[in-house]
């Protein structure tokens, strides 16, 4: 068992799926680049991606990288680690955001459809985690956070449904088995599971008759905010979370209680 190292003082954060401008990983990399983090982003979108960076690097004054890559591509996402760490500080974090939803009805849905799915939010954390840890254990220091759902919990109900809800609930079960392999190594490993929360992932920006429905619910009355997720992403990212790891946290606004 390694004693986990402290953090350096010049760390950088790699975070998936952040280049959407209403997304919970847009919102997630610029409050870890005010909390003096260095941010890699990594996404599809290779001018979305630029730009998010250009922005981090302009209002925090923190070094920051904007990389396209998919994480379904394992060549693609090493080749984007490798480029990030000779650009930026030691990787410290990665936050797994990069997913896609998927509403079609069970008997309808396509094997294809199935596939992209796990792909994007399944196999992409794996392939992205799998790249950040080899960093991070030879530094005997990380924090990995990934984006479950509260789908995988209640088994759908929310605006996806089957892959989703089952890619979903492998990130729980994936993040629990790495915690314990890699945490006596000094990297935790974490999920998060938000309820509805205002981005574009649900079918396009929601309205308020759709916020209204989604909240029904919750007990505190509204849906959740990108700010609030990215809140408690930051916490967990944090060098005094380093006694939790193979946990899952619920932000759902007392929707469900798991």
Known sequence: MTQAAPFPDSRTAVVTGAASPRGIGRVTARRLASEGWAVAIVDLDADLSREAAESLNAEFGVPALGVAASVADEEQIRGAFDLIEA????????????????????????????????????????????????????????????????????????FSKVPYSASKAGIIGFSRAVARELSPLGVTVNAISPGPIDTDIMGGTLTEERKNDLSRDVLVGRVGRPDEVAALIAFLMREEAGYITGVNYDINGGLHFS
């Open 87 to 158: 650009e930026l500080p030691q990787i410290v974090g990665l936050v797994n955001i990069a997913g896609v939803s998927s509403p079609t009805p069970f008997l309808e849905l396509t094997t294809a459809e199935w596939d992209q799915v796990f792909d994007v939010n399944l196999r992409g954390a794996y392939l992205a985690t799998r790249r950040a840890a080899e960093t991070m254990v030879n530094n005997s220091v990380g924090r990995v956070v990934s984006l479950a759902s509260i789908s995988a919990e209640r088994g759908g109900g929310t």
